[in-house]
């Protein structure tokens, strides 16, 4: 864009085949079926578009503020330097994954300038803009678009199942991706085609037991397959046998407490629990090393330094490994009264200081005990975590896109809103839900379900649900049925579809709790 105007309607489009941009730019304003003629769209393409709005400027100093992460999709970023003006649409930060910060500094990168020079002799404004899509064949009923994709209502419509399309999903992503030796991608950006160099074991062993679960719940050898075949390579590429009958997951950043629980309890989820017998023994063996008499564990293996690191996840994790042992009765499982013990002093931990990452994992360990005790001790905790917890998911006076997750900007040093979080938090809820309806305590059920819900929403907003989520995307198969980080941050993480999974199969088939299975969440 060469001059500095802002005629109403002032529309961005992108013609796009199978995902890729193939021509871009700026045009006056036109009614669809005439923006595609104009732009010479060919009949098999798709045309991306922003009707540009509400122009405003921002000063420098402000640029943070209003350039935020969330506003990401929502704003577009206009950048007027040395005569040269230049226009980025929601739409198209959004589909690179790109962010303001990083926007500005290319730009003044390729223009060999600073941000202080800039400052006092460039020009910075904030537009909205109306999005839509203009699929083949359909013109003149342009597909809306909220911050580049679909909006998910509140409530769900008639015979709509939200956590069984979300499985479902979940289950033909994982399947798609799984590799001829078992693996399945840990972090891809859609935006580039590409998977991410990092790793993490435990988040890998999530996918593992949630793949191993989905295929139990549909009866499908195919699934269980899968989730055999997944967890035969993170049990090769990560198991490690450390010396007197223990055995750890190892990374090179060390050996984690929750790493070797999680792939535990992936081998107990999975049908292949005699053929990883040995390690899963070991693995047992190890965490009970690691058991603490002040803080219910430690959590580190090695590095030493390192050891107190994420006790609140990690914690929790050993401790439903334990109680799931108990309640298969497994020769190498610790007594009820030892996972007491250790529950006890991890309550007394997490009540000293509260964090919200204690909780799923705490919920699920002490549903479990309660089904095996019946001690109400386990079944009072866990209302008692879950409803600090409530209020911590977002709902009223939020981007309607955002609505359901979970995040306190109280208090940032929770961490942000995270996919991978809002699963985890409902994997906790919908065992509370169904260990409240099992013990008639019905406002409280109430209150689950309804995050449950909500959460629910949440996740279905973030998963690539169809084409038109993935309009930007080439290889469309990398991405349909998984979730997003954020809806302004498309990174693909396997545990964000890992958590979402499991909570969506808790919901559709409810813990039994001392032989009695609760009734399904209710759909309202």
Request: charged share 30%.
């Amino acid at each position: 864009m060469k001059s500095r105007r802002d005629p109403a309607g002032a529309t961005w489009f992108c013609i796009r085949r199978d995902g890729a941009a193939r021509r871009d730019g700026w045009v006056d304003a036109a009614s669809p079926a005439e923006l595609r003629r104009r732009v010479g769209a060919r009949p098999d393409e798709v045309v991306e578009v922003c009707v540009a709005e509400d122009f405003r400027p921002v000063e420098a100093k402000r640029f943070s503020r209003v350039f935020s992460p969330r506003a990401r999709g929502r704003l577009g970023l206009e950048i007027a330097f040395r005569g040269e003006v230049v226009r980025l649409a929601p739409t198209r930060m959004l589909s690179s994954n790109l962010g303001f910060e990083r926007a500005l500094e290319k730009f003044l990168d390729e223009r060999g300038s600073s941000p202080e020079y800039f400052a006092d002799n460039g020009q910075l404004r904030a537009f909205s803009a109306r999005q839509y899509l203009l699929v083949p064949g359909n013109e003149d009923e342009p597909v809306e678009l909220y911050r580049g994709a679909t909006l998910v209502d509140p409530e769900p419509s008639s015979g709509e199942d939200r956590a069984a399309d979300l499985a479902d999903g979940i289950g033909r992503w994982m399947i798609r991706n799984l590799s001829h030796d078992g693996a399945l991608p840990y972090k891809y950006w859609p935006s580039r085609g590409t998977e991410s160099p990092a790793d993490n074991a435990i988040r890998r062993f999530l996918a593992s037991s949630s793949l191993a679960r989905l295929g139990e719940l549909r009866g499908s050898a195919e699934l269980r397959e899968a989730a055999r075949r997944n967890l035969r390579f993170n049990l090769k590429r990560y198991f490690t046998e450390l010396g007197g009958g223990r055995g750890a997951i190892v990374e090179p950043t060390g050996a984690k407490l929750g790493a070797a629980a999680v792939a535990g309890l992936a081998i107990l989820e999975s049908r292949a629990t005699e053929e990883f017998s040995e390690e899963l023994a070991l693995l047992a063996a190890g965490i009970a090393s690691l058991a603490d008499d002040t803080l219910g564990f430690r959590t580190f293996f090695f590095p030493p330094e390192r050891d107190g690191e994420n006790w609140n996840f990690y914690s929790g994790e050993a401790l439903l490994f334990w109680a799931e042992a108990a309640r298969r009765g497994l020769p190498f499982a610790p007594t009820l009264e030892r996972c007491a013990a250790a529950f006890e002093r991890c309550r007394a931990r997490h009540l000293r200081k509260r964090n919200p990452a204690f909780v799923p994992w705490h919920t699920q360990a002490c549903a479990s005990l309660f089904a095996q005790t019946g001690r109400r001790d386990f079944a009072d905790f866990v209302f008692e975590i879950n409803d600090w917890l409530l209020p911590m998911q977002q709902w009223e006076g939020l981007d309607p896109d955002l609505r359901g997750r979970f995040y306190d900007p109280r208090r940032p040093e929770f961490g942000p809103p995270h996919t991978a979080s809002t699963g985890a938090y409902l994997e906790g809820l919908a065992d509370a839900a169904a260990l409240a309806r099992a013990l008639g305590d019905q406002r409280r059920a109430s209150g689950y379900e309804r995050a449950v819900h909500r959460g629910l929403r949440s996740l279905r907003q973030l998963q690539f649900r169809d084409e038109r989520d993935a309009f930007y995307v080439s290889r469309k198969k990398r991405v349909l049925g998984a979730l997003r980080t954020e809806t302004y941050d498309n990174a693909i993480r396997v545990d964000s579809a890992a958590h979402a999974l499991a909570a969506a199969i808790k919901v559709l088939r409810p813990m039994e709790l001392g032989g009695r299975r609760p009734g399904p969440l209710t759909q309202n």
